[in-house]
């Protein structure tokens, strides 16, 4: 029981799980983060996208 309680506490698989959910949290922020920046030229882009498709119909 000892050397399981004791592999729990040397075993590293689970710190590789955490460090990939801290890494898909940080870029989850820095994708909303650069929505929110750049929305209204985004918003042009697909505004012009819609247009060019609307006239070609």
Request: net charge negative.
């Amino acid at each position: 029981m000892l050397e399981k309680m004791k592999n729990l506490v040397v075993e590293e698989e689970g710190q590789a799980l955490t460090e990939y959910g801290l890494i898909i949290a940080l870029v989850s922020v820095l994708l909303a983060g650069s929505l929110i920046l750049f929305k209204d030229q985004l918003v042009k882009v697909f505004d012009n996208i819609k247009t060019a498709l609307t006239k070609t119909s």
